[in-house]
Structure formats: C-alpha cells, structure tokens
C-alpha cells in the first residue's frame, strides 16, 4: 500500500507542477472538468443514481465549471437552471415515484459538492497559478501527516461513528502537515506571503482537510461502501482524492480575499 502511494506520487506530482505552473489557465479548466466529471460519476455510483438522470448531472456538471470560467456572472443562474432541469428530466422516469425526491436531491447535491465547490480553484489559478500548488501541496501533506501520525500514534478516535481510523493525533498531525506545506510553497513560490499569514492558510487548511474527508466517509458510510472506487492504485477512487482539496479550495479563496494576499 505504502510503495503503491510513493509511485503514483512520484509519477504525478512533477507532470502537475509543470502543467499548473507553465500552461495557461483554459489546460487547467480542461483538468478539472476532468477529475470533476470522473468524482461526479464515482458520487452518482455510490446512491445507485442511474439513467438519463445521471448523464443529465454529469453533462451540467461540465457545463457549470465552463460557464464560470467564460461568463462568472452567469453562474448563479446555471445553479437555478440545473434544479429546473434535474426536476423536469426525473418525470421521465414514471417509475419509483417515492424515490424521486431523494434521487433529485442526490443529484443536484454532487453538483454543488464537486463541480461547485471546485470552480473556487479557477479563481485562484487565474489569480497565480502558485495559489493552486499551495492548495494541493498543502493539503496532500496534511492528508500525509494524518495518516502517518494517526497509524504510528493514534490512540482517541476522532469521529468513530462516521470514520473508525481517524483519531486525534492524527488530526493534529493534520494540522502540523497544513502549516509545513504552506510554508514549503510560501517559501518557493510565493514570497511576498508574510510568516504568519503562511501559517493561517496552513493551519486553517489543515483543518478543513480534516473535514473534507471526513464529509465524503460520511457519503460513504451512508453508501455503505469503503472506496468511491479502484481507479487509483492503492489510493481508491478519484474523490477519495479530492475530497480535501474540494473544500479547501473555497476556503483558500476567502482567506487569500480576507488578508488581502491576492497579486
């Protein structure tokens, strides 16, 4: 498991560094409507949502980064047009009438969980592409930190009932990786970033690193599944992934327009 982790590292991280930092912003777009659009379908999988309700999401869930990234303006009357379509397409099934509340929720739900909430990260890109390496360096070595801490010394559980082997220390070990891999990048990539607001950023990313993660094994749970999937190789699905960096990134965002470090 552990050399399966150093591998898939070691082969990715260097390809998404000169991809971030030396393409323009629209490579980036295509990205994220990528690994968007395969968390989306692994999010639909675990509810068993099926059929032209599925492809409807998953096609919106393309859309909704797009129209962000050309016409931001526009975004918030995307959000209210996929209610409308999502509720319109569910009476083509007249089947499981029951279920057609919960299987509408479901759906508009992963919408704005996943290409929602990562639209954030084309704001930070289009502001220095830097922001967007601060984001995933800081939270893979929070994510890093947590399970190494939590495997060697955790002993109090965090959150038993929603996730059994999270525990304390490794929380707090999450918090100690946030703020070394804020400063990491501060120091190689943005320097005009003072000490302690590198700190902050890493302190507060370590943290809602923790509740990312802990959010999609509550989906899980609720799924009853262990995964999201075995696309990645001793990694699980690509959610399982991103499940840090989808609520971080909106968080990174704030606190950049909050402290006034955006140049």
């Known amino acids: 498991m552990h050399f399966k982790r150093i591998i898939v590292a070691a082969l990715f991280l260097p390809f998404f560094y000169f991809y971030i930092m030396y393409l323009p912003p629209e490579y980036f777009l295509f990205l994220l409507i990528l690994f968007s659009t395969i968390a989306l379908a692994e999010y639909y999988a675990m509810f068993k949502v099926r059929g032209i309700i599925k492809y409807t999401g998953l096609l919106l869930g393309i859309l909704m980064p797009a129209v962000f990234f050309l016409k931001k303006n526009y975004f918030i009357d995307i959000l209210f047009m996929a209610v409308l379509i999502i509720a319109a397409v569910r009476l083509v099934n007249r089947k499981a009438l029951p279920e057609a509340p919960f299987q509408i929720s479901v759906v508009l739900l992963g919408l704005l969980y996943l290409p929602g909430l990562l639209t954030f990260q084309l704001a930070l890109v289009k502001m220095n592409p830097a922001w967007i390496i601060l984001l995933f360096t800081t939270v893979w070595i929070a994510d890093s930190f947590a ?74 749970r609720s799924a009853g599944i262990k995964d999201s999937s075995a696309l990645i190789p001793g990694h699980g699905g690509v959610l399982d992934k991103i499940d840090g960096v989808t609520f971080a990134g909106p968080v990174l965002y704030w606190l950049c327009l909050s402290l006034g470090l955006f140049r």
């Open 147 to 220: 399970y190494y801490v939590g495997s060697s010394i955790g002993k109090r559980k965090l959150y038993e009932d929603i996730s059994p082997h999270k525990t304390v220390e490794g929380g707090v070990g999450s918090l100690c990786g946030g703020i070394a891999g804020a400063l990491l990048v501060k120091g190689i990539l943005l320097k005009h970033i003072p000490v302690e607001r590198a700190i902050v950023i890493g302190l507060v990313l370590g943290a809602v690193t923790i509740i990312g993660d802990l959010v999609e094994s509550l989906f899980k």
